[in-house]
């Protein structure tokens, strides 16, 4: 985001702070999500603690106290700390514009921290499995249901009934984020995937094989959702072979059905490749 590569996405508040005091606030920016129908916000505590047994607990106790003290809340203020808080009296000395949590209108959410302890191994390990092991797959969809929402909308400038394309798009989308399991699996099955060796890896190459059919599927659909306007393309590459032509461009189209055909055969080519892994 600092960078620039990317437009939006989601980051810990202080991350953002860091970005925005070093590029500037007319370059980045950050919100909470604001109230609404959903909980979208999660505000949770850092801890700090003294060690059983700390060799020196008079001084960690003095250091803790000082932490949550007025002076010691109110240096986490500055960067590149940007944290909030947790004293509600700290924010009449905060920063212009500074977040106040006592004072949002946010729709908060709670944390259950005893069912996220319970699910730590099932989420890290669907998390790699679909997104991080199938990467490249899921880019692939990705790409293929951007182009085809592109084609559609393009389609609907030049006047053409684009519904269909639409629920097939939706479709594709609905595929490319179905997950493998659900609340009541992850419940039941929790110890089990911890402890048991054998089950774990056969769940694994499971969800490996659902994260291939997935990204296929939603592949597949969003090349639906494009030849709903078939006439449209048709129609569009026809145009532009025609104005290259009358360019002067004889060979244009020619060239653009060399073209054609070969994006064709490296996008089934692509297909074939996923499905034989």
Not at 27 to 43: L, R
Request: hydrophobic share 40%; net charge negative.
């Amino acid at each position: 985001m600092g960078e620039g590569e990317y437009g939006i996405a989601p980051v810990i508040d202080f991350y953002a702070f860091g970005q925005i005091a070093t590029k500037g606030p007319d370059v980045i920016g950050f919100i909470y999500p604001p109230a609404g129908n959903g909980s979208h916000t999660v505000i949770n505590p850092d801890s700090i603690a003294i060690l059983k047994g700390a060799p020196h607990p008079k001084l960690a106790y003095e250091f803790t106290k000082f932490v949550l003290s007025y002076n010691g809340q109110k240096l986490l203020f500055e960067d590149p700390i940007n944290r909030l808080p947790v004293r509600e009296d700290v924010y009449a000395e905060a920063p212009e514009g500074y977040f106040n949590p006592f004072e949002a209108n946010l729709t908060l959410m709670t944390y259950d921290s005893d069912l996220g302890t319970q699910r730590w191994e099932i989420v890290n390990n669907l998390y790699d499995a679909l997104l991080v092991n199938r990467h490249a797959e899921l880019k692939g969809a990705w790409s293929d249901i951007i182009s085809a929402n592109k084609t559609l909308y393009d389609a609907k400038a030049a006047g053409y009934d684009i519904s269909k394309g639409l629920e097939k798009l939706d479709e594709a989308l609905y595929e490319l984020t179905k997950v493998p399991i659900d609340e009541d699996w992850a419940e039941t099955y929790a110890d089990e995937f911890v402890e048991n060796d054998t089950f774990r890896e056969e769940m694994l190459a499971q969800w490996d094989s659902f994260a291939i059919d997935k990204y296929r599927n939603a592949s597949d659909l969003a090349w639906e959702a494009s030849t709903t306007v078939t006439s449209f393309i048709i129609e569009h590459l026809s145009n532009v072979a025609q104005q290259n032509l009358w360019l002067g461009l004889s060979g244009g189209l020619i060239i653009g059905l060399i073209i054609g055909v070969v994006s064709v055969g490296l996008y089934y080519r692509r297909k074939w490749a996923m499905a034989a892994e």
